[in-house]
């Protein structure tokens, strides 16, 4: 039995310690704010509740297979419900599309329907492109540690193409709409389209096969099902306690240095940004953090349009709309995140495009870029995207260190949910059981 400390207690380090305190470790989890989750949480005032991350997921499949290999399976927990519609996009044109979740044959229909016959079929025969290269990033590089030694030739030269988003959609669709659609994820994720490589255009693959699917009460209720599970897990958390850095001995980690003293270690997770530790900043220096978005979280009054849970509207930045939060009778709970170059006030920008709510403010919590580095340590969204060489230049699942292994949104495909629930897994098959 190994005594694993885990660095960071959001998903990619709440998911690793579950499933290696399951394999018979003894786990301990360091993690600088007060609670667990991380950026996926709630936040509340004067009765609304906001989730302060993502509010679905795409792959359910992920977390249904942590909580099953952690103890009890997820649906004897909470339920998972399908979004529907999986969003509303918005266009600078006036156009609006409300795209379906997990059905090719649905969305072609939706497409066409929304932005003109003809453009439904190139839609979905663009998102098709990706199950092919799914299917070999899925074997080689999100379900097992990547390897070049063992990872197959065409997946190699898929990780080593030099072609990126901008170029590919735009060499594929002449109509800005479905460009917008299709660079969607990366904008206001904080990407640069010119950047990130062309394969990663496979989120859409995967919304459009597997669905979106929430939590009712919000998805932030996963941190506490987190937390819950790690108790019955006897997995001890450290909340409030900041980590400093790894102490490494001759053969491996020997305690990872904390603001309230050593904690004694024989394995090392690191699940937060590698650039806030020593021991580990000079093998990432060549990455950069991703800027999070601007986030508006609004408490609204009776009287305001009805919306998808997801709206976005697309325009010099990417303004996304989230209404699902619970609310008293008759209200709203919605945020709104600024992606891309948003630089106004989010209420300001959102009533220019129609969506008007200034009237409709009740209370109203508005959160930096800068604000929200500082508050979880580190982006919450991961590395940011630098061209091919990204793929190298972030950890891999056993880092540089010996006996030290990543996970989260700083390693593997970044912060989108399954990935990050993926790299749990791979930390558990690294470390082994007991």
């Not at 952690?70 to 509303?88: A, N, Q």
Request: glycine residues 12%.
């Amino acid at each position: 039995m190994a005594r694993v400390v885990v660095i960071g207690g959001g998903l990619g380090g709440c998911a690793s310690a579950a499933r290696l305190a399951k394999l018979g470790h003894d786990v301990t989890v360091v993690e600088s704010l007060p609670r667990l989750g991380g950026v996926v949480g709630s936040l509340e005032q004067d009765g609304f509740r906001w989730d302060t991350g993502p509010a679905a997921t795409a792959v359910p499949a992920v977390l249904r297979d942590l909580f099953r290999k952690s103890g009890r399976p997820l649906d004897k927990e909470t339920d998972l419900v399908p979004v529907e519609p999986m969003r509303e996009h918005r266009f600078p044109d006036g156009s609006r599309l409300r795209l379906p979740s997990g059905s090719r044959a649905d969305q072609l229909a939706a497409v066409d329907e929304g932005l003109g016959l003809g453009l439904g079929r190139q839609w979905v025969d663009y998102v098709h492109t990706f199950a092919e290269p799914w299917d070999r990033l899925r074997r080689d590089f999100f379900e097992r540690p990547y390897s070049p030694a063992v990872a197959s030739p065409e997946t190699r030269g898929l990780l080593r193409s030099r072609t990126m988003m901008h170029k590919a959609v735009t060499r594929r669709f002449k109509d800005p709409r479905l460009r917008m659609m299709a660079l969607h994820h990366v904008v206001a994720g904080g990407h640069d389209p010119r950047n990130v490589p062309a394969w990663m255009g496979l989120v859409d693959y995967l919304e459009q096969n597997f669905g979106t699917w929430t939590i009712p009460g919000g998805f932030g209720v996963l941190a506490d099902l987190l937390t819950k599970r790690l108790a019955e897990r006897r997995v001890t958390v450290l909340t409030g306690t900041r980590a400093r850095d790894i102490g490494m001995g001759p053969e491996g980690p020997a305690a990872v240095l904390t603001d309230a003293g050593p904690v004694v270690a024989d394995r090392v997770v690191v699940a937060a940004d590698p650039r806030q530790l020593p021991a580990l900043a000079r093998h990432v220096r060549r990455t950069r953090p991703v800027p999070p978005p601007t986030v508006t979280h609004l408490g609204l009054s009776a009287g305001v349009p009805v919306l998808p849970r997801e709206v976005v509207v697309h325009g010099e930045g990417v303004i996304t709309v989230l209404t699902g939060g619970p609310a008293p009778d008759g209200k709203a709970a919605w945020t709104l995140l600024g992606g891309g170059r948003t630089s106004e006030d989010l209420v300001q920008a959102l009533a220019r495009t129609g969506i008007d709510v200034r009237d409709a403010v009740e209370t109203r919590i508005d959160r930096s870029p800068r604000e929200l580095v500082e508050h979880y340590s580190g982006s919450p969204a991961g590395v940011l995207w630098q061209g091919r060489a990204t793929v190298g230049d972030r950890l891999s699942t056993a880092t540089p260190l010996p006996h030290v292994y990543a996970a989260g949104a700083h390693t593997g495909g970044g912060g989108w949910v399954p990935f990050v629930g993926l790299t749990a897994a791979l930390v558990a098959e690294a470390v082994g059981p007991a």
